[in-house]
């Protein structure tokens, strides 16, 4: 029933930025005591890798993928109705799909692969 579509992505070169957005549609999350959202990348041929995570029930508290920390960022707006994943200084390895996710717990769980829903992904193609 939950609906998670990102946004934002494309074709940049080496060294540029994009920034991706993401917002949920559908059921309410209600049920659970506490959320979080983040991101997961799929280059081709290789498994999905954690990005980034944000926390959403209430402090903002973000864990970040460790070879990535400084140079992408993430954050919600004020309203909680959308996240984005800044990207800065893209290299050519950053390219692939890039997965919005939802999942119950904080933003360490989503590191952790705790996800309960995926969106269908944005394509990011970084040429050198």
């Known amino acids: 029933q939950v609906q998670l579509v990102e946004s934002g992505g494309g074709l940049v070169q080496a060294g540029d930025s994009l920034r991706l957005s993401c917002t949920a549609s559908?059921?309410?999350?209600?049920?659970?005591?506490?959320?979080?959202m983040g991101w997961f990348r799929q280059a081709p041929g290789k498994d999905r890798e954690f990005v980034a995570s944000i926390n959403w029930s209430n402090w903002a508290s973000t864990t970040y993928a460790d070879s990535l920390k400084g140079r992408f960022t993430i954050s919600r707006d004020s309203a909680k109705t959308a996240m984005y994943l800044q990207m800065d200084s893209l290299k050519v390895d950053d390219t692939g799909v890039y997965y919005c996710?939802?999942?119950?717990?904080?933003?360490?769980?989503?590191?952790?692969?705790?996800?309960?829903?995926w969106g269908q992904g944005t394509q990011v193609t970084v040429s050198s």
């Open positions: 996710v939802l999942g119950e717990g904080t933003s360490r769980d989503i590191r952790g692969g705790k996800i309960d829903y």
């Open positions: 559908g059921r309410t999350f209600s049920s659970f005591s506490r959320y979080a």
